[in-house]
């Protein structure tokens, strides 16, 4: 169903990252809890050079063949304190999508990899721009719907985490009358230290017209670090 993604290059994941900053014209002091935790936090600090972060990834559909599936982000190598350069295997088969490694990297961009899957999905269904979602996206961080802090279990253990919750769309007068189907639509970003890679969950959720249910849920957790293999 997704053969015909194009593949985000390290240049144009940068300029996501970097268009907090343009929009705001504020130093990163001035960025909120969310939007530090979503867009400049070191989530790889502690995770080595040849080390394997892996994720599972669920996605349901109504009227479409549901789907699980694997993420594999890998450090090849650690530069200074906090930059690495990074491979990854983003999905399988007629769903995988071909990132370009990223060289010098500050963060985990597993979660900017998860929207631009996402924001490429929301253009090809609705006609919509790559551009106004990534916009929509990116805003809505600077008042986030929720956020709070939470315990997860992970390993076998309780640990400590910080769910951020967005909804882009629900004050947008275009998505009220262009783009009924994702006013409602819902982020749900888990953040945890305890967790390598500093990202536990991303869960995003599109209720159905009655709001009882789901027309689309899908999920990115992480599940383990390995070897790289």
Do not use: W
Request: with cysteine; glycine share 6%.
């Amino acid at each position: 169903m997704y053969r015909h993604y194009k593949a985000v290059t390290l240049v144009t994941l940068l300029l996501i990252m970097a268009s907090v900053f343009a929009a705001e014209a504020a130093p990163p002091a001035e960025l909120n809890r969310a939007q530090q935790l979503m867009f400049i936090k070191d989530h790889l600090q502690g995770v080595f050079k040849g080390s394997c972060l892996n994720y599972n990834f669920s996605s349901v559909t109504k009227g479409a063949e549901s789907f699980t599936d694997k993420i594999k982000v890998t450090v090849t190598d650690v530069v200074g304190e906090s930059q690495r350069n990074l491979e990854f295997d983003f999905l399988s088969g007629p769903h995988h999508i071909d990132f370009s490694p990223a060289v010098g990297y500050t963060g985990n961009p597993v979660i900017i990899h998860f929207m631009e899957r996402d924001i490429s999905r929301m253009s090809k269904d609705s006609g919509g721009s790559n551009s106004y979602f990534r916009n929509r996206i990116r805003d809505s961080f600077k008042q986030p719907t929720e956020i709070r802090d939470i315990k997860i279990t992970f390993d076998g253990k309780e640990v400590n985490g910080t769910e951020v919750v967005v909804t882009p769309f629900i004050a947008d007068p275009n998505a009220v009358t262009n783009l009924k189907m994702y006013i409602h639509k819902r982020y749900e970003i888990t953040f945890s230290d305890q967790v390598p890679g500093g990202i536990y969950r991303i869960h995003t959720v599109v209720p159905d017209e009655n709001g009882k249910s789901a027309s689309i849920d899908e999920a990115m957790t992480f599940q383990k670090l390995t070897p790289a293999s």
